[in-house]
T-cell receptor, first 111, second 110 residues
């Protein structure tokens, strides 16, 4: 069965510092990977997905199949990046909305 | 206001009672999903439906039931058979590549 691991429950960084949220997965097939974000008092929403290869709000994530990782990075954290971040995996052979979520990482950016 | 509407936001239930959580969407999406969110565990899939009149069990379907009689609606019933129903429930719908979530319903069993 597939599994998504986010090893950090809480990540505290200073404004302007780089931030990296780790995500590792276990799945023998070809996965589709996503990062979802939940800002305070807002709905959970898609941040980015690996298949798009885009940068959203300065965040990027590269799928490393060798290391089975999909870490989320931003070179200069902003206070508005404070939120809960979830890494999620979908099997390409399945309903794509059947997501396997990690436990989430709370990011706190302090001025 | 478009999107996913869940109701009620807060619900209290006595043990032994069934409760139904409502989920409505006006995004014209075929697929709809129910997830359960517990602290420290992320989200886990309860049920999903890819088309009207069809639905499938997710990873933790025991003690739950759903129906999909209309494209816009996907209600979730938490039955008395669910051993630990106190949780935050999220409904979602989507197209390929993106899920749109509701604001959630918090169920507390007294």
């Amino acid at each position: 069965a597939q599994r998504v691991t986010q090893p950090e429950k809480l990540l505290s960084v200073f404004k302007g510092a780089p931030v990296e949220l780790k995500c590792n997965y276990s799945y023998s097939g070809s996965p589709e990977l996503f990062w979802y974000v939940q800002y305070s008092r807002q709905r959970l929403q898609l941040l980015l997905r690996h298949i798009s290869r885009e940068s959203i709000k300065g965040f990027t994530a590269d799928l490393n199949k060798g290391e089975t990782s999909f870490h989320l990075k931003k070179p200069f954290a902003q206070e508005e990046d404070s939120a809960m971040y979830y890494c999620a995996l979908s099997r390409l052979t399945d309903s794509w909305g059947k997501l396997q979520f990690g436990a989430g990482t709370q990011v706190v950016v302090t001025p | 206001d478009g999107g996913i509407t869940q109701s009620p936001k807060y619900l209290f239930r006595k043990e032994g009672q069934n409760v139904t959580l409502s989920c409505e969407q006006n995004l014209n999406h075929d697929a709809m999903y129910w997830y359960r969110q517990d602290p420290g565990q992320g989200l886990r899939l309860i049920y999903y439906s890819q088309i009207v009149n069809d639905f499938q069990k997710g990873d933790i379907a025991e003690g739950y039931s759903v129906s999909r009689e209309k494209k816009e609606s996907f209600p979730l019933t938490v039955t008395s058979a669910q051993k630990n129903p106190t949780a935050f429930y999220l409904c979602a719908s989507g197209l390929t590549g993106e899920l749109f979530f509701g604001e959630g319903s918090r169920l507390t069993v007294l």
